[in-house]
């Protein structure tokens, strides 16, 4: 996969390309006149959209101040807590999993945090993993492993007693397509891959990459596929080179209850909702006001990539070169940086930096522009409004009352952790 720093697609070529887009264009909801939020049908899609937020002072929700649980250790030696400086936690009914990418495991702890299990781990038997791009809790109990590289998932039972099962998925390139990398899975055990564009197909210019989405079984079998829609927009150079533009992000898919949820940061605030049970469609948006990329960043990210490979060979260094200096740069920072939604239908959506808040030397790569600060949107889409994350954590998923994710101490450890979210 390309760094982050590579990622890319411009706003306003995506805005107009966007044929999924279901929307016609309304009057203008930012004049005084228009009510902070509305709901709308435009050919058969809901449109929920809100220009101002509905919380106040005394209705905001906050983070407490206190995890209610905690698990790690500052030397590792409590079992279980030797994390790396990657993990990701995922909820269970009784319990956090843990994927570890650092040795390609899965770690089970319960509900009090004591570590009951570790399955998974590096290697070439059959549930073992060469690269554990993904985990999921499934049907109810189990927790499920995708490898990227052997091209298989795993299922783990979260208990002793009982045999982990596995099968294969598609190549990177099946059906002419290209990655065909995992999406997320429904609590039954289904789950959605992507394959987009081969990249190798492309001559030299800009191209469109699209993405479909393919719905499988838990046992593999292919159930239904969604698509085509715009994923990210890609460079190809005369002599075969792929770079993704730069400073833009790449379509995200989550998935919710019975629903697919996708969002494309560089067409603007919002999020898509496809029904799976229904066929229904619903667009949430919210007013945003986009930023143009800092001045200078070309520069300074080139400069400091050559600085960064000093022994690099002139080959090495002209690539780095022809790379930021020939890619095209998006006109806006994505609107958003991520996003996820819960259990019980709100959307929570993490909000990007001002370039004036981002140091100097960190300007040039888009993953320091991912703020502490979430947006949060009531199951209608209403915009309900900002929920800031305690220092140093980034939350991996919202629960029905909780947040959960990874605090980094100063000492560089890594720490699993949840807190209850106070709601007034």
């Given at each position: 996969?390309?760094?982050?720093?590579?990622?890319?697609?411009?706003?306003?070529?995506?805005?107009?390309?966007?044929?999924?887009?279901?929307?016609?264009?309304?009057?203008?909801?930012?004049?005084?006149?228009?009510?902070?939020?509305?709901?709308?049908?435009?050919?058969?899609?809901?449109?929920?959209?809100?220009?101002?937020?509905?919380?106040?002072?005394?209705?905001?929700?906050?983070?407490?101040?206190?995890?209610?649980?905690?698990?790690?250790?500052?030397?590792?030696?409590?079992?279980?807590?030797?994390?790396?400086?990657?993990?990701?936690?995922?909820?269970?009914?009784?319990?956090?999993?843990?994927?570890?990418?650092?040795?390609?495991?899965?770690?089970?702890?319960?509900?009090?945090?004591?570590?009951?299990?570790?399955?998974?781990?590096?290697?070439?038997?059959?549930?073992?993993?060469?690269?554990?791009?993904?985990?999921?809790?499934?049907?109810?109990?189990?927790?499920?492993?995708?490898?990227?590289?052997?091209?298989?998932?795993?299922?783990?039972?979260?208990?002793?007693?009982?045999?982990?099962?596995?099968?294969?998925?598609?190549?990177?390139?099946?059906?002419?397509?290209?990655?065909?990398?995992?999406?997320?899975?429904?609590?039954?055990?289904?789950?959605?891959?992507?394959?987009?564009?081969?990249?190798?197909?492309?001559?030299?210019?800009?191209?469109?990459?699209?993405?479909?989405?393919?719905?499988?079984?838990?046992?593999?079998?292919?159930?239904?596929?969604?698509?085509?829609?715009?994923?990210?927009?890609?460079?190809?150079?005369?002599?075969?080179?792929?770079?993704?533009?730069?400073?833009?992000?790449?379509?995200?898919?989550?998935?919710?209850?019975?629903?697919?949820?996708?969002?494309?940061?560089?067409?603007?605030?919002?999020?898509?909702?496809?029904?799976?049970?229904?066929?229904?469609?619903?667009?949430?948006?919210?007013?945003?006001?986009?930023?143009?990329?800092?001045?200078?960043?070309?520069?300074?990210?080139?400069?400091?990539?050559?600085?960064?490979?000093?022994?690099?060979?002139?080959?090495?260094?002209?690539?780095?070169?022809?790379?930021?200096?020939?890619?095209?740069?998006?006109?806006?920072?994505?609107?958003?940086?991520?996003?996820?939604?819960?259990?019980?239908?709100?959307?929570?959506?993490?909000?990007?930096?001002?370039?004036?808040?981002?140091?100097?030397?960190?300007?040039?790569?888009?993953?320091?522009?991912?703020?502490?600060?979430?947006?949060?949107?009531?199951?209608?889409?209403?915009?309900?409004?900002?929920?800031?994350?305690?220092?140093?954590?980034?939350?991996?998923?919202?629960?029905?009352?909780?947040?959960?994710?990874?605090?980094?101490?100063?000492?560089g450890v890594a720490w699993i952790e949840r807190y209850p979210i106070i709601r007034p």
């Open positions: 996969m390309l760094p982050d720093r590579h990622l890319a697609r411009t706003a306003g070529a995506l805005a107009t390309i966007l044929a999924w887009s279901l929307a016609a264009c309304a009057d203008d909801p930012t004049t005084e006149s228009a009510p902070a939020f509305t709901v709308r049908d435009s050919a058969g899609v809901t449109i929920a959209e809100s220009t101002d937020s509905a919380w106040t002072e005394s209705t905001r929700w906050r983070i407490a101040d206190e995890p209610d649980l905690s698990i790690g250790s500052v030397d590792g030696s409590v079992p279980g807590t030797d994390f790396g400086s990657a993990p990701v936690p995922v909820s269970m009914p009784n319990g956090i999993a843990v994927r570890n990418g650092q040795t390609d495991d899965i770690r089970v702890f319960d509900a009090d945090g004591r570590w009951v299990r570790t399955v998974g781990g590096l290697g070439d038997g059959p549930v073992e993993f060469r690269f554990l791009y993904d985990a999921a809790v499934v049907a109810g109990d189990s927790v499920a492993g995708w490898d990227y590289n052997m091209r298989k998932i795993v299922t783990f039972p979260t208990h002793d007693d009982g045999d982990a099962r596995y099968h294969a998925t598609p190549s990177r390139t099946h059906a002419g397509r290209f990655e065909w990398a995992m999406s997320g899975w429904f609590p039954d055990g289904r789950y959605l891959l992507g394959a987009r564009d081969d990249p190798r197909d492309q001559g030299p210019g800009s191209h469109l990459n699209m993405e479909w989405l393919v719905l499988y079984s838990p046992a593999g079998d292919s159930l239904d596929a969604f698509g085509p829609f715009p994923a990210y927009w890609t460079e190809a150079g005369p002599e075969g080179q792929v770079y993704m533009r730069l400073m833009s992000r790449q379509a995200i898919t989550r998935l919710g209850r019975e629903a697919i949820w996708r969002g494309v940061p560089q067409a603007g605030f919002e999020v898509r909702r496809f029904d799976l049970a229904t066929g229904s469609r619903r667009i949430v948006r919210r007013s945003s006001q986009r930023m143009s990329p800092p001045e200078g960043i070309r520069q300074a990210g080139l400069r400091q990539e050559l600085e960064g490979y000093p022994g690099a060979s002139e080959t090495v260094r002209a690539a780095m070169r022809r790379m930021w200096e020939s890619t095209p740069m998006v006109d806006s920072l994505p609107a958003f940086y991520d996003f996820l939604t819960t259990p019980d239908g709100y959307l929570w959506m993490r909000q990007v930096a001002h370039p004036d808040d981002v140091p100097v030397d960190d300007q040039p790569y888009l993953s320091a522009y991912a703020t502490g600060l979430w947006t949060v949107l009531a199951p209608e889409g209403r915009w309900l409004g900002t929920v800031a994350m305690p220092d140093d954590f980034v939350m991996h998923e919202a629960g029905e009352g909780w947040i959960l994710g990874v605090r980094t101490d100063d000492l």
